[in-house]
């Protein structure tokens, strides 16, 4: 079958000849080559959403003979990043054979742990509530996708009838019924009612196409789809303006940056009454079109259609009723401006709770948006972590999609609230949230380390990524800054920091920085004033040049870097972290140490000033006190280490045993021991304890506190 990759304009062909060549013969690793193409492109399908099985014969290991086997992508699973380890292996005649125990679709849950019955490859992915959907289906290959073209047809209030005529009954139609075995059911009775269509539509929720291969399953699934964006295409602007015109303009792309870095500590705080959330920005111009439109009012209130996309996105958005370019600056002003509309949203879905809940429902979850629409600027999104809010994001850009789409064509209609209920609130649904890992100790936290490029601070960050955060990388040396970022990036995904050029002595970047941690992520929790550096010399040899830069970077610059977060987390209203790096030098006298043992000594007494202040905001000022970490640390260069060396009278070489022989538990002091120490303090142990001092220095006596 050759195919011109030119027919198609709304979806991406991806196919290789060569390597799906490497890979004839196995049918499974084809099934995962098709869906990683699928999954990569979000016109096809969203993260997560979809999925994608194949049938082949194997060896029953039990009798010996050949059994029909169906490899699908197992619960919780992505398309997109799909591994033979993410598939489920079933007997397809153990699956079909349920038939005879199913009890009807008020027994639907039940049936599920009968899939356990059917499990050929016992070290196979747990299955999904989808399998028989494709079990029931009698073709090799098949993929069952979320298309925001194919969903704007199936959410249209004809839906139907613009199927059959588009297609001229060569798609068939499935009314919407929430997945499970009876919808497994109702898919085959389509089937056999129309033999030799190519694909059945499910009304309100997504598109099923097949093929004899991996490879004409594919491209049956582009050409349906290219299908339905192109007819989409042909009918926008024919009813009228796209979502009924503009009926206000978008500031400008700096000054909605700037209003949305302003205001999302803000709605972080709302956001985050039970639990820390993580927040995500756009201003993509579908979001825009959306959002600044006449129809707005109209279609947000009235949510989304298909399941996926409000499992995501929560039953419908919140929308601001602020003007674009609000003034955001008297806080206390906006709160109270924004707090009846976070009311009336709690209020809302609390009402949807109680009137659809059943008496075998879960307990209501959190009643605070997922979405929040800011007319004119753009999109924010909060959830646990951040590829979570990223994701829901994607997800509300997909319902855009399908309103505008179902809207061009016919007009949008949205799952009656009773049914997106019982999806949300569904048992299986919730069995797999009860299954999900527990958030770790600093899930939902935002923290800027600075000078976290290298050294101590790089140790900190990824101690803290470990341990769920998202950080905001930073360094004044852009070279530094992006291999730190590779390095995170590899290690932790895309997700898990941000990065920002950052000079802690000049206050506009440290506002810029905490304006990309704000539309990054929504605020800053954790701050760890880190960055320095260290001039060792005689008082006579101290010039007033090196005393100011001592005092500009350690003093003055742990000052502004903490000013400028406090005003983020008074925003936010959720308490936060400061720790100070500062040294043992704060507390004990020596040598060739004028500058930097004042500075620090500062540097001590000022977070002491802070913590005392801070309290009441429940904002937390402790200090760690390092000493002699020499590992990847910059604090060595510049001279400091032949400065020390000098002092004692050694070699630089015999510094690090010097240092460590010194101590009351002769241990060197490494980058890691302080990032353990920072995590000590935030990990949720010491939330009472503010003010406090933790030396991490082996053991020097003289530096004792008390």
């Excluded at 080559?33 to 049938?55: E, F, I």
């Excluded at 039970?274 to 825009?288: E, N, P, Q, R, W």
């Excluded at 950080?471 to 898990?496: P, S, Y």
Aim: hydrophobic share 40%; with cysteine; proline share 4%.
């Amino acid at each position: 079958m050759s195919v011109n990759t030119t027919q198609f304009k709304h979806v991406s062909y991806l196919w290789d000849d060569a390597r799906a060549g490497e890979l004839a013969g196995d049918e499974v690793a084809l099934l995962i080559y098709r869906s990683n193409l699928l999954g990569a492109d979000l016109r096809l399908t969203n993260y997560g959403g979809g999925n994608t099985s194949c049938k082949v014969m194997d060896k029953d290991p039990l009798t010996g003979k050949e059994v029909e086997v169906m490899w699908i992508k197992g619960s919780g699973g992505d398309i997109g990043t799909l591994k033979k380890s993410g598939l489920a292996a079933l007997y397809v005649d153990r699956l079909r054979s349920l038939q005879n125990v199913y009890r009807g679709i008020e027994h639907e849950d039940e049936m599920v742990e009968l899939f356990n019955h059917c499990i050929f490859d016992l070290s196979s992915k747990a299955p999904s509530i989808d399998t028989p959907l494709h079990g029931f289906l009698p073709f090799k290959h098949i993929d069952h996708l979320h298309p925001d073209a194919a969903i704007a047809i199936a959410a249209a209030k004809d839906g139907k009838k613009i199927t059959e005529e588009l297609f001229d009954g060569a798609i068939g139609w499935v009314d919407w019924q929430r997945p499970g075995f009876d919808l497994g059911l109702q898919l085959k009775q389509c089937l056999d009612a129309n033999p030799g269509i190519r694909g059945i539509m499910l009304g309100s929720h997504g598109l099923f196409t097949w093929g004899d291969t991996a490879y004409e399953s594919y491209i049956n699934t582009l050409e349906v789809i290219e299908k339905c964006a192109a007819y989409l295409e042909e009918n926008y602007g024919k009813k009228g303006p796209v979502f009924g015109g503009e009926k206000l303009k978008s500031l400008p792309e700096d000054q909605r940056k700037k209003q949305a870095a302003a205001l999302a500590p803000v709605l972080r705080g709302f956001c985050s009454s039970k639990i820390h959330m993580v927040g995500h920005f756009t201003d993509d111009a579908s979001v825009l079109e959306y959002i600044n439109s006449n129809d707005l009012d109209r279609l947000a209130p009235m949510g989304t259609s298909c399941p996926d996309h409000f499992l995501r996105t929560k039953i419908s958005p919140l929308v601001l009723s602020l003007r674009p370019d609000e003034e955001l600056s008297d806080v206390t002003a906006i709160k109270e401006k924004i707090t009846p509309a976070f009311e009336a949203y709690r209020k809302m879905y609390e009402d949807y709770y109680n009137t659809c809940k059943h008496s075998n429902s879960p307990a209501i979850r959190d009643a605070n948006p997922v979405v929040i629409l800011y007319p004119g600027v753009g999109m924010f999104t909060f959830a646990k972590d951040k590829q979570t809010a990223r994701v829901a994001a994607e997800f509300y850009i997909n319902a855009i999609n399908v309103m505008k789409g179902a809207e061009a064509i016919s007009e949008y209609t949205s799952l009656p609230r009773q049914e997106a209920f019982d999806i949300e609130y569904w048992l299986l649904e919730e069995a797999k949230l009860q299954r999900m890992p527990k958030p770790k100790a600093l899930s939902g936290r935002i923290a800027l380390i600075t000078g976290s490029a290298g050294g101590i601070g790089k140790a900190i960050a990824k101690k803290f990524v470990e341990e769920g955060a998202v950080v905001i990388l930073n360094d004044m040396n852009d070279e530094r800054l992006a291999g730190a970022g590779e390095e995170f990036k590899k290690q932790f995904g895309k997700d898990a920091y941000t990065t920002a050029k950052l000079d802690v002595t000049n206050a506009g970047e440290i506002n810029e920085a905490l304006e990309t941690a704000a539309l990054a992520f929504g605020g800053v929790d954790l701050v760890v004033n880190n960055a320095g550096l260290s001039i060792s010399k005689s008082i006579g040899d101290h010039t007033e040049k090196d005393w100011d830069l001592l005092y500009d970077v350690l003093v003055k610059g742990q000052f502004l870097v903490t000013q400028a977060a406090v005003g983020v987390m008074k925003k936010q209203g959720i308490g936060g972290d400061i720790i100070n790096i500062v040294s043992k030098n704060a507390l004990v006298s020596g040598p060739n140490n004028a500058g930097y043992g004042s500075a620090k000594a500062a540097q001590l007494h000022l977070s002491r000033l802070n913590a005392a202040e801070l309290g009441a905001d429940h904002i937390r000022v402790n200090v760690v006190n390092p000493d002699a970490v020499i590992s990847d640390s910059n604090i060595w260069a510049g001279g400091w280490a032949e400065g020390r060396a000098k002092a004692y009278g050694i070699t630089v070489e015999e510094l690090p045993a010097y240092y460590a022989k010194r101590t009351l538990l002769n241990e060197m002091i490494l980058p890691a021991d302080i990032a353990n120490a920072c995590f000590a303090i935030t990990g949720g142990l010491l939330n009472k304890s503010t003010g406090n001092v933790i030396n991490v220095d082996g053991g020097v006596a003289a530096a004792f506190v008390r």
